[in-house]
């Protein structure tokens, strides 16, 4: 099991650009998936992005052709670059790891969570 923190998170005008981090305690190699999930305000919390430990990655459709899911192995270190941000981004994004199994986007099959970083766009 790892631990994980994420950071980049600000604000941001709509159109503009912001790359978060996910810093990994121990191998990232050793992690089979991660994803990305934010939360907005009175929302509950929905997945964004996931990757695997050979590379391949999903999205969630509201983000596809925007976001990028991608991994440092040297740096232990999972990156989501958003680009064309809207004001329906804004949340708090969380990096999730230690996944069990099942579906990518389901927030239940993560057991390791970080505490979050803040994303704001403003229109």
């Known amino acids: 099991q790892v631990d994980v923190m994420e950071s980049g998170g600000d604000s941001v005008q709509a159109g503009g650009s912001l790359r978060l981090s996910c810093g990994v305690s121990?191998?990232?190699?050793?992690?089979?998936?991660m994803g990305w999930f934010r939360q907005g305000p009175g929302q509950e919390r929905e997945a964004v992005a996931g990757v695997f430990r050979d590379g391949m990655s999903a999205y969630a459709d509201s983000v596809k052709g925007r976001f990028s899911v991608s991994r440092d192995n040297a740096k232990n270190t999972l990156h989501l670059q958003m680009n064309n941000v809207k004001p329906e981004d804004t949340g708090m994004y969380y990096c999730?790891?230690?996944?069990?199994?099942?579906?990518?986007?389901?927030?239940?099959?993560?057991?390791?969570w970080g505490r979050g970083t803040q994303v704001t766009v403003s229109s």
């Open positions: 999730a790891a230690d996944w069990v199994g099942g579906l990518w986007s389901g927030s239940k099959f993560y057991k390791t």
């Open positions: 121990g191998d990232i190699l050793d992690v089979l998936c």
